[in-house]
Each structure stands twice: as C-alpha cells, then as structure tokens.
C-alpha cells in the first residue's frame, strides 16, 4: 500500500481580514483584529459584534450569468480556489488540474439561497421558487462551482461537519494522494452565514460575545461569527517536485474523534484522543511540537477543555509549546475557520512567525499555556497542528512540518 508525502503548494484565503493571502497574513503578523459592529441590514438581531469579507467588486471575479447560480458561499470558495491554484502556478484547463480532486468543507451551504427563497414564498407570496434555487443552494454546490470555474474533473464533493469541515476536508484530500488515487487535490472550506434565519439561531445559543473575541481570556465572553474562505493545493511529492513547485509545508498527519457525548459541549477525552491520534500518525513524539493553531472559540467550555486536553497530552512540554486563536482576527468563521487557520499555520512555518491570540487581557486561571498574546512572535516552527473541534462532538487535529 502506498503512504505517499503530501505537500502544501498553494493558499487561498477570503476573511475578514481580506480578499487574499497577503492580506490575511500581514493582518495576522500585525494582530489586527477584523472584529467589527454588527452594520448589516438586518432587523431584530441580539448579536452586536461580526467580522464579514470585505466588499469587493463581483464583476472582477464572475460574470452576470454566472452571479445568477452563485450562493455567496459558493462566491468565496472560487475566489479562495482560483487564488490557491495561481499561487501553486498552476493553470485552469491544463492536465494537472483536470485530474485533480475538489475537497471542500462547508459548515451552513447555500444560505443565503434558502433565506431569499423564503422570503420571496412566505414574505412576498410569491407563487413559486426560482428555477436554480436547488443547484445554487445545495450544500455541494461550491465543489461543483469550483470543479466548473477550474476545469477539475476528478473527484468533486463537499463535506459537512460544522467546525471541523474545513480539517476533514483537507483530511480527505490528504489521504487520498498518500493511497495514491490522485496527485493533486484542491482542498478547503467555505462558510457565509449572515442570514437572518442563520443570525437568529445563532443569538438563541447565547455564545456570542458582546464586545470581542478573547480567547482563553478570563473575561472572555464568547465567539465572534465571521465568514469567508480558504484553500490549499496538495500535491504528492513527486509530482510537486517533478514541476518544480514551491512547498510551504508537509502535511505529515491527522487525528479524527467523535465525543458521542453532548451535542455542544466539548469532551477533553475526544479532544485528547484526537491529539494523541495525530501525532501516532505523523509519528511525531510530543516535545517535537513547536505551535498549535487552538480551536480557541473564546467560550468558556472550549477553552478550558482544549487547555486541559493539551496539558494532558503534552504533560511538561506544554508549557513549552507556543497556543495561539487566529479566530480573535477573522472570527468563527464555522466550517471555514479550520480551513483559515491551517492556512495561517502553514505561513506560521513557512515565515518562521507565529500569529498572536489578539484582543488578549488576562489568562483565565484554568487557561495556562502560553498563549503568545497580542503580538506575533517570530520563532521557528518546525512542526505544528490545527485543532478543529466541531459541534456535535467532530474533532479533527492536522499535523504540518517544514519540508526539508
């Protein structure tokens, strides 16, 4: 059987703080939060903190009739893959690509699909739906938007597993070139869930905070939705170094858990044995791990559970590991935040900098790892991992290393 290397050779992020990688990356190094007042133009909403992509002109990236099949979420997940794939230089239509697959994770799907339809059955009383609302909305349609935008005709799919569809997606991708089925894999997440219906669902959890997103602060008060977009080119490593492609990093292995317990509250066993899974597969012992990328959702269950996990897992070494929550700069972004922060992770080893927990005051007494707060810290980073723990108890943790 096969257990092929697998490389990181092209990022794309959509966030926040951005509509490229650059931007995402500078704002991360300078610990700039893209946190911002609720401003959309919606009624009756509790929730008073958001982070949304910034505006940009649709007509640079998609034609009018092509707008007419595009969720928003759908929007995102091109930009973010065809920046992915200039990045690895690669080119729409060239073989490469036509056998590539297109993995990508989605937390919510076409929502803003479903929240126009509604509107326009139960609000105006319309008589009927438009004819593409299936095709726009469904969950899948962003990997079948982007198979259609970059010509990929391999295996096209979208996972759903709230938090954690960005990792598993990236997970997928990866096994399937280490089993050998495909050389390339265009993997990542892609979450907008600014709709009302979304929006009021959201405010009945009561996690969000009022002000800003704190990560394993002691007066943290809860997450910041965010939205946005991110993908990673993968290739084996023969074919990465047969083109001659620039490698950002190894993905070097993967741990995957279910808590089978409560549906949002976090389990410190799940999430220790997804770690520990992790690092079996990348057969990496645990003083090797220089940075973690925390799931870091600010909320009080989360981060204390993911502080014990690490200290159980990582025993005296972690207080020796740099922790830090890129979600206090672009926000929850659901299903696309796994996807954002392996991104930053891979750029964390590549720049030898780690991106800072922003927004930091004072370690909750229960939180007691070394979070590097406000200010990135330029550190070598040889090998790192991406936690993603999802709702309904999905725990995924990715492992990176520099490639030597």
Excluded at 57 to 66: G, L, M
Excluded at 152 to 180: E, W
Excluded at 255 to 276: C, E, L, Q, W, Y
Aim: net charge negative; with cysteine; proline share 4%.
């Amino acid at each position: 059987m096969l257990n092929r290397r697998v490389m990181v050779t092209g990022l794309g992020a959509v966030s926040g703080l951005g509509l490229d990688v650059p931007a995402f990356w500078e704002a991360l190094k300078a610990g700039r939060s893209a946190i911002k007042p609720f401003d959309l133009p919606i009624d009756n909403i509790k929730m008073s903190r958001i982070v949304t992509v910034p505006a940009y002109e649709t007509n640079r990236y998609f034609s009018s009739e092509e707008l007419t099949i595009l969720d928003r979420f759908s929007q995102l997940a091109v930009i973010a893959a065809q920046e992915a794939v200039d990045d690895a230089g690669l080119v729409c239509g060239e073989n490469i690509l036509t056998d590539a697959a297109a993995i990508i994770g989605s937390g919510c799907g076409g929502k803003h699909t479903d929240e126009a339809t509604y509107d326009q059955l139960y609000k105006q009383q319309r008589s009927r739906a438009h004819p593409l609302t299936i095709p726009k909305g469904m969950p899948s349609a962003a990997a079948s938007m982007v198979s259609l935008h970059l010509g990929i005709k391999g295996p096209a799919f979208v996972l759903a597993s709230a938090c954690a569809s960005g990792s598993h997606a990236i997970i997928q991708g990866m096994t399937m070139i280490q089993s050998g089925m495909i050389d390339v894999a265009l993997v990542g997440a892609s979450d907008a869930p600014f709709t009302y219906g979304l929006l009021k669902s959201w405010d009945a959890l009561r996690v969000a905070s009022a002000d800003t997103c704190r990560p394993f602060c002691k007066d943290r008060s809860g997450l910041v939705l965010g939205e946005g977009a991110a993908m990673l080119v993968l290739e084996s490593e023969e074919h990465a170094k047969q083109r001659g492609a620039h490698i950002y990093s190894e993905v070097i292995g993967c741990g995957m858990t279910s808590d089978a317990g409560h549906i949002t509250r976090p389990d410190v066993f799940g999430i220790t044995n997804a770690i520990k899974n992790a690092l079996h597969h990348a057969e990496v012992n645990t003083d090797e791990v220089d940075y973690i990328n925390a799931h870091g959702t600010a909320t009080t269950a989360n981060d204390i559970a993911e502080t014990e996990a690490i200290n159980q897992v990582f025993g005296a070494h972690a207080k020796d590991l740099a922790v830090s929550s890129t979600k206090s700069m672009h926000g929850h972004a659901l299903g696309a935040s796994s996807a954002l922060e392996l991104v930053a992770a891979t750029l964390a080893i590549h720049h030898g900098i780690i991106p800072p927990t922003a927004n930091f005051t004072e370690a909750d007494e229960k939180c007691n790892l070394d979070y590097v707060p406000n200010i990135a810290r330029q550190q070598p980073v040889n090998i790192a991992l991406s936690n993603s723990f999802a709702f309904g108890g999905l725990n995924a943790v990715i492992a990176l290393k520099k490639y030597t």
